[in-house]
């Protein structure tokens, strides 16, 4: 367990996600920055091109995370669909079987295949997995967020979710359970383990200067910057234990959690 008031990472990761283009294009809109425990975020950059591109992203973080640093990494987009997609479907409430069973129909870490190709139906089933855009997780409610499934509108993360979620699986299935995937491995990391999370920078943005970053850039290293300061201050350990009901914690399990959310009191 992690001592109450000291730090429980090393290292802080801010990833601004983007679900243009292929798994190989490099992408101006993904951005990664890192924090070290005594520096603050600096951006990274891929050894070869002048932009990361999600496979160039999945394989540096199976780097870093494979390095004895204890690091938190916040990533904005889903992780998980809501409940209603899950019956929709017929799947089980099961976390790693949904990542199993969406990239099957939607392939979008191979190579040549883009989002909208899925959309379009020209390669995969997509559409035998879709949701409704007013269909929304417990936390999106929270945070008045869109839904995954809300395409073609601004402020959308349904792209990003939709690119990202094999890259998940992919670190899901190299790391096993010495990756906690927040918060569903628990809400608690172990001292000592790093862990993923889905972050939302429009709850941490503001708070620093933009000085002469773009939005994406931004975005990344507030996330990172945010995740630095809430463990070293110790709130983080709060924000990582949100207040849920029974019914809340469970669902939350299965659609997953964004940090920093919490439920209006009238809704607990």
């Known amino acids: 367990m992690i001592e109450a008031g000291s730090p429980a990472f090393e290292r802080y990761v801010g990833i601004d996600y983007s679900g243009a283009r292929s798994a190989t294009d490099g992408l101006p809109g993904l951005r990664v ?90 390669t995969g089933s997509g559409a035998a997995r879709g949701g409704s855009a007013r269909s929304r997780r417990v936390c999106e409610i929270a945070a008045r967020a869109k839904s995954v499934f809300h395409f073609d509108v601004p402020g959308s993360v349904a792209k990003s979710t939709h690119a990202g979620l094999p890259w998940m699986r992919r670190l899901r299935r190299h790391f096993g359970t010495d990756l906690h995937f927040w918060p569903f491995d628990g809400w608690e990391v172990a001292a000592g383990r790093s862990a993923i999370l889905e972050a939302y920078p429009a709850l941490c943005s503001a708070d620093f200067p933009r000085e002469d970053r773009t939005n994406d850039q931004h975005d990344a290293y507030s996330v990172a910057a945010w995740l630095k300061r809430a463990d070293a201050c110790g709130d983080l350990q709060a924000v990582m234990a949100p207040e849920l009901s029974p019914l809340q914690a469970k669902t939350a399990a299965v659609e997953g959690w964004i940090l920093g959310v919490a439920v209006p009191s009238e809704r607990s």
């Open 33 to 122: 920055y890192r924090a070290d425990a005594d520096a603050e975020p600096v951006e990274i950059r891929p050894a070869a091109g002048k932009y990361f591109s999600r496979r160039g992203v999945h394989d540096w973080l199976r780097e870093v995370l494979a390095e004895p640093i204890p690091t938190l990494v916040g990533v904005d987009h889903s992780f998980s669909f809501p409940v209603a997609y899950f019956a929709q479907h017929g799947l089980a409430l099961d976390w790693e079987r949904f990542l199993d069973d969406f990239e099957q129909h939607w392939p979008t870490a191979n190579a040549g295949v883009t989002v909208e190709s899925v959309r379009r139906g020209q």
